[in-house]
């Protein structure tokens, strides 16, 4: 019962805070001004994560402890590569989706 008393606490917690961080601008509204430097900031902070997340899963294998396993023959990296090409050409999440994972797939079925 403790133990569900905890995680209970801890839940009711994080989302405090997570509703405190993410309205303080809206609470103060012009009180405070936020510079155009930080604005443009903020605009790459998106890809930023979404590298951080895909950057280990292209480039590392599965069981990958440190950077130093890196394979050039990983099929992961083949369909990112292709990936990247097809969005580059195409601007089409749907085509960019399909020719990655094709790739990936012949690669590693093939492999």
Do not use: C, Y
């Amino acid at each position: 019962m403790q133990i569900d008393l905890n995680i209970t606490l801890l839940l009711i917690g994080m989302t405090l805070v997570t509703a405190w961080s993410r309205s303080f601008f809206l609470m103060l509204g012009d009180r405070i001004k936020v510079s155009p430097l930080m604005l443009e900031s903020i605009r790459f902070a998106p890809l930023a994560a979404m590298i951080a997340i895909l950057a280990p899963e292209i480039f590392l294998p599965a069981n990958a402890s440190n950077v130093a396993q890196f394979d050039i023959h990983l099929p992961n990296i083949w369909g990112g590569i292709a990936a990247l090409i097809a969005f580059h050409f195409s601007r089409n999440m749907l085509l960019t989706l399909l020719v990655g994972m094709t790739v990936f797939a012949v690669i590693r079925f093939w492999a």
